[in-house]
């Protein structure tokens, strides 16, 4: 990963209300949440909300589907492995096992590289 797109992302997520919602898709799992659900469980009008959303969408760290009416929204990750990776590649002087359990997403929802504008 260039160090371009991991600013991106932590930039994304370096705000409270993004990081709120970002923890929120990630423990939703691959089900992921309708927006509107998203705005009511941290009480936020539906225009911040989706300013937001495009901007941790725009970092490669959620993904969207439409289902019905409803658009259901989603952890990338692979962004957020992709991420990790990059903040411990070079990990403890040459001891990868120790960052181990960091290094490996345990999902995937985005192609690998779908995001990295």
Do not use: W
Not at 6 to 18: F, I, M, Y
Not at 25 to 50: D, H, K, W, Y
Request: include cysteine; charged fraction near 20%; hydrophobic fraction near 40%.
């Amino acid at each position: 990963m260039e160090s371009e797109i991991a600013v991106k992302r932590l930039s994304a997520l370096a705000q409270e209300g993004r990081l709120a919602v970002f923890k929120l898709l990630v423990q939703a799992g691959a089900e992921g949440i309708a927006a509107g659900e998203i705005a009511r469980r941290f009480g936020m009008p539906s225009n911040t909300l989706s300013a937001q959303l495009t901007i941790l969408s725009n970092a490669g760290l959620v993904a969207s589907r439409r289902e019905g009416r409803s658009i259901i929204y989603t952890a990338c990750y692979d962004g957020m492995g992709e991420l990790l990776f990059y903040l411990t590649e070079e990990c403890c002087q040459g001891r990868p096992e120790i960052c181990a359990p960091f290094l490996s997403p345990t999902a995937a929802c985005c192609p690998p590289g779908e995001n990295d504008r």
